[in-house]
């Protein structure tokens, strides 16, 4: 399949400071609800997307954005997990954005790790599925050599949609320090596939800091495959990668534009 598909080189942006990065992000997305305020978003969770988070609720604080009307689509959450473990991502997005703009909640759609499996994948799915258009998705970069997007593991195929994930070694020994009693970390999640992502009108990967320049480097310049399921979004011609120095540190010159 993906020999049939157009890919194009992607725009990359680098910047010194990783305070930059969320501050390019936090405005696009913040000028995205501007213009459309009806706007459906897929947002992530890690620590790359907190201090873009931050500048969102200060720019709604402020009153230049209003989110009454926008959408918000998490990208994956753990299961099985309860909402209130502070290691689940309704937890994480409740406290890090949810609660502190005027979202409302049956406009916001996040995988339960509560229901019975093919319940969540179900209700999900039928969520989805009835949005027509998805406007902008944000992703972050899954640690060390996973190159996951959401939790879509090594493996993951171009046409995958939700599913559940039986996570990594390297995911699980990455994502346990998070987890207050590390054996409380899930072994599986739900997470929306690649052909959901890909869907959005415009998508920005974000990535900072050392320890994702490996993989941004395979995302960027390795083969467009399962090896790496970020690089899926070379498929995409409205994808923005916004790295810090650190992130991008690895890169040839070439991929700049
Ligand atoms: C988890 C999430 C991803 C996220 C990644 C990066 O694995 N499932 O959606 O992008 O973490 O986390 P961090 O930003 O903490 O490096």
Redesign the pocket.
Known sequence: MSNKLAFFKPKVQIYEKEEEVDELVSKLVVEQIKKKSTSVLIL??????LGMYERIILAYKRGEVDFSKTTIIN??EYFPIKKNHPGS?YYYMKHNLIDSINVKVENWHIASGEEPLEKSITMLCTQINKIPIIDLAV?????GK?C????NEQGTLSTSTIHFVKLSEE?IK??RR?FLNPKEMPKG?I?LGICDILRARKIILIA??K??AWGIKRTLTGQINEDAPASYLRYHKQTIFVLDKEAASLLPNDILN
Do not use: E, M, V
């Not at 992530?44 to 997307?49: C, F, K, R």
């Not at 992703?139 to 640690?143: K, Q, T, V, Y």
């Open positions: 992530p969770t890690g620590s790359t997307p990208i994956d991502y992703c972050g970069l899954g640690p996973t996951h997007i959401g939790f995911t990455a994502n998070l999640a997470t900072k800091g320890a994702k």
